[in-house]
């Protein structure tokens, strides 16, 4: 693995790193860790990377690395650079050979989705999207339960996401992450939902196996003087015509990363919260509720397979985080191998979701300046 | 105390029985517990009223009661008909001059609440609605700090008030609670926003001490072959600005009757969930979140005054509809005993907050009807 | 109804007041309601008591109650001093003829509670003990689980009972329930096992059916230059060859009232915790732990009779109370009416639950001074 | 790295793995991984271990390993073997210069840990045993407040492990884990009491900074057959004067690994859940209780030090056990590079944490055969 972004002090870049060291399965061998020269020797040599392999731009790093033989060059480069900057790189890794990883939302503007994709087809690579909360055993129990009609068919989805750290203007006083984030040039046009209401997005269609048809959106600025939403709310229509509302907020004062999923279906209900992942409830017309657990025995073998530790030995965002890149480390080794990857467990998510995810945020920042009530999902 | 409908098995008025018991101010004089003339003498007999004082008509009722000498007659009426018989007993017991607690929603349409509310300013008495989750002390709690300043400016609102129990066609097995319920012409324009809907909007204006000014409503029937809607979700805008969120379901399967308040402000959050109601959280921007607790030495008077017991004595439903009916006997005690009620302590809904719940009412269904985005709230 | 004790302030006379009004079928007609004669008068008028049945020693009471016609006096004496003033007015009761309910503990002494017992059956009389927390119906659907062998045989029962409120030396603060809690005169030879040792001791047979037979106890005075003790673990054997622990503490630091017990058998495991007494967890060996909640339709015949709401409308301490009432006061009527109660529904604590709470803390105390490991239980 | 034990299908070898990645500081280098000849080099081979450093004894591995050049060899073993093989490969690593991870309980006897303390002083060397729960974030914390007098004067300690994986005698039905712990030569003493007591012992003493002076224990086998102890308590007398409970079950049935710590002192109490690790509960006399949560800006410099992730993304099991790891890591590189280790954060459990639990272990079962009631803590 090669590393574009992710320098000292940036938050994402060392979650990417654990997430990917957590099962020996991946090494971080280069980097192109920061625009700032400074920064980017000194993040590669706290590293221990070797001084060939720190490199000062991407596109050096890329040039470089798909001259060394087959055998010495990394497999695949992550992309943790804000969201502006995940285009550029990827093409360019692409179009070198590389595989990619990129922190989502997968880049500033659907039609650079668009682009990704065509070119990913053309290259015949594999582009591994981070979101992480679908990387939990108890959403993929959820999902699985659902696929199996455990709670019939589904009629309601209700997701909210809720975060506080953007209750003050921080933008202004030198947190770097508000800063780009609330930039419409560098975050995309929609700040709350380029950020975590993409995640919620993807959570709903990812447990539910179904995709949002139409929107109504109220997307605001709630901080004064801030350049792009930082709350919002959705009601959404599905495909198999249930209804659902999807809340997104980073000035709900005090909230850490409160990300909450219910689905009632026609015989039973599920729900699940990220801070708590290892539990999901599983509500009944006529019976008590069940507490299903992640690690347990009875859950699915591909809840089992995205969990590391028996019941009671609690996993967490890293562990999830680490399923993806497991899954995306598999899936290479598997191509690698030759194998025919016939295991449905060994999943992520990829430009597709990308795709849906930029698409829903430009469907909900038009349906949020728009008087009609109801807005197509368009791709 | 003299009470229309509420006759064996007919739920919520046991429910009343209990609450005006509860605290030895209110006691049941006479009764017209049922339209059927056999279940009214059997109900009234279980409850060992006086013969003379079961009624089978209301209209009997309050004729005779309006000739006994004013020490003998009932003080008041309680009103627990299906939502069509709420106006005529209520018009009639104002006529003759007694006191009404009505159950919500306060009428079937608008424009009948606005004419009790005539009524009420005529005859100079007093309407208590029971909207009983604002009888909590921890939503009053909740509402006094949100007034004292402490969590700043309200940014958002989210209300979600989910039960279940109507999930399969109940209506048609039998279940008269459901039938009427779910039939338009018995339950109002908006079966699961007139009796659940019309909650979550009180208990966020309560709570808030802000007005609904605008809101875009997605009402719908899940269940196939219902009246009446099943499900609803509202964006609203209040008059400081705030955005909020209401949902309510009576089709998401396993929840009980699952009412949960969030409350985001400048500076910090409340948090209450009405199935755990003794404890309201209070998140603060860069503190530890709180726990407050029912029946604590540090809460306001007034969330002190409406419990009972001290902390960890859980006091529940029951209670809180027994705060309703103590400050309203408190309230006609201080009238009979020519009191000015100074106490801010002593409150319950009246016809204003019966007024604003039936406009709620009629703007979602205009909204949910309508193509346009947003409609105002409209009285 | 008569009430011994209770007055103005005295908290647990106003919570045995409200569990008897509850239901509408206990009134309170006279009152010896304390020893200091205003307060016994004032306390008597605010509760709308006739002049005349306002009393001010509970020997005037009896005195007076057992003179008027039957139908004019009251059916029971309701025993709320402090515990050493139980057992006179309880002897006399039962020598006027009057059924007795007493607060716990019981008595002052074993000795006493064994010639209560004694009393009793040479009356013919009935005594009800508020052993509040066996009244919450997920306790009587535990009991009724074990009984029917849905967890196995019983092999370990965890009991933990732990208060806040004496962390401090409040009894010298001018609280006078904790002057006389913590005076071994007043409250008894160990005020943490008396007061709140006996509840847990009791919950933890009740729920079992099992009889504790030896067991090991190390009882502290925790806070300095109190007179009692005020914290303390008891190991324990139970008849069936289960063991136990019980710890009951009021120096635990802002704990309210936080009594947890856990059961755990052969098969699965029970837990339940009284501050939120709706849930009843079950724990299965293989399966997903469920939640079992109060008011439920799959709950038993027992549990449903001893709750007033459907699921998700809270019920709590008061209702736990006024179901001991409610019980009490159904086997009165059905001894009036001369019916034969067969009905196992209709249950309350009495005198042989006091004498086991009496020897409970009779054995605590010798083993907590004894050297020896295991003491018997002894009655 | 080199590791003894943890070959395929191993619980805890597969642990100390993902533990010993996480970070990016510890790399695995060789193995004898089972005393299986062949499932020691097909688990070698599935970690990438180069053919030449898979061993088949830990002899071997020990013994070549300390031929290799000083910056080839592995720095450390870990060992990871069940409890009767801990001591033996533990002295020979010792012996050989190689610093030491293992498993606890340190040894099978208190004689060995006692010499293991010997030949460490002998050889400067580090020693570093894994009690896991107190790498957590929350519990450092809560130690930490404690010492800083946050609550005052401890006054109370209850400890509670309860597992039910033993509820069945797995032991006979092939499960091989359940199979050495529940054999005396094998797992030790008590089987409960070393397994998971030794970690309840372990917790209670590092959060309060106190130490067991004296002890009163009921050690049970509650399944028939078993050889050795699956159930216990245990009455505490810490230095300071405070009493503690210590509960270990391994028979809850329906219990994960539920341990849980609850602390009371004179002027709050902490409560700490394993099973959710990120939330630790202060509770005051005269205030909310506050809920402090892992990753907040709030925490102190060693509880920050100690967690990888911002609020509202959960930590567990895997990063406690990194910690451990990290901090390990942290010591050894700091004696490398000659810094003299300043930063009381980096700190892990070691052989005296070691003694101390083979000497409660030891004292537990002497007082649970013993008719006395106290037993002096005796190492």
């Avoid at 070119?119 to 055993?137: F, Q, R, W």
């Amino acid at each position: 693995m090669g590393m574009i972004g992710g320098g000292k002090d940036a938050f994402i870049g060392a979650i990417h790193r654990i997430a990917a060291n957590m099962d020996g399965m991946v090494e971080l061998v280069c980097g192109a860790l920061s625009i700032n020269k400074d920064i980017a020797v000194d993040s590669g040599r706290s590293l221990f990377l070797p001084e060939d392999r720190i490199y000062t731009t991407y596109e050096e790093m890329l040039e470089k690395e798909s001259q060394l033989p087959e055998d010495k060059r990394m497999d695949f480069v992550t992309i943790v650079t804000p969201n502006f900057a995940h285009f550029a790189p990827a093409m360019m890794a692409l179009d070198k050979g590389f595989h990619v990883v990129i922190e989502k939302p997968i880049t500033l503007t659907l039609d650079e989705a668009k682009q990704l994709k065509e070119k990913l087809s053309e290259e015949g690579l594999v582009l591994c999207l981070t979101h992480t909360y679908t990387g939990y055993p108890m959403v993929k129990q959820a999902k699985e339960m659902i696929q199996n009609g455990v709670i019939g068919k589904v009629r309601k989805v209700s997701v909210e996401y809720r975060q506080g750290w953007l209750s003050k203007q921080s933008e202004r006083e030198g947190n770097p992450g508000a800063a780009w984030r609330t930039d419409p040039k560098k975050g995309g046009k929609s700040g709350v939902m380029g950020d975590i209401g993409t995640h919620a997005f993807n959570l709903a269609e990812y447990a539910t196996g179904l995709q949002v048809t139409q929107l109504c959106a109220d997307l605001d600025i709630i901080v004064e003087g801030r350049q792009s939403h930082d709350d919002g709310a959705v009601l959404l229509k599905f495909d198999n015509g249930a209804r659902g509302v999807l809340m997104a907020s980073q000035v709900a004062a005090g909230e850490e990363n409160n990300l909450i999923l219910k689905i009632d279906g026609e015989n039973g209900g599920l729900e699940w919260h990220q801070q708590e992942p290892n539990t999901l409830l599983l509500k009944w017309l006529d019976k008590p509720t069940e507490m299903l657990r992640a690690g347990s025995p009875y859950l699915s073998p591909i809840a089992r397979h995205n969990s590391r530790t028996p019941g009671g030995h609690p996993e967490g965002y890293l562990e999830a985080f680490g399923n993806i890149y497991r899954n995306f480390a598999l899936t290479l080794a598997a191509r690698i191998n030759g194998d025919s990857q016939e295991n449905t467990a060994i999943e992520f998510p990829s430009v597709e979701e990308g795709i849906r995810g930029m698409a829903f945020v430009d469907s909900a920042v038009a349906s949020s300046e728009s008087d009609k009530k109801w807005i197509d999902f368009t791709i």
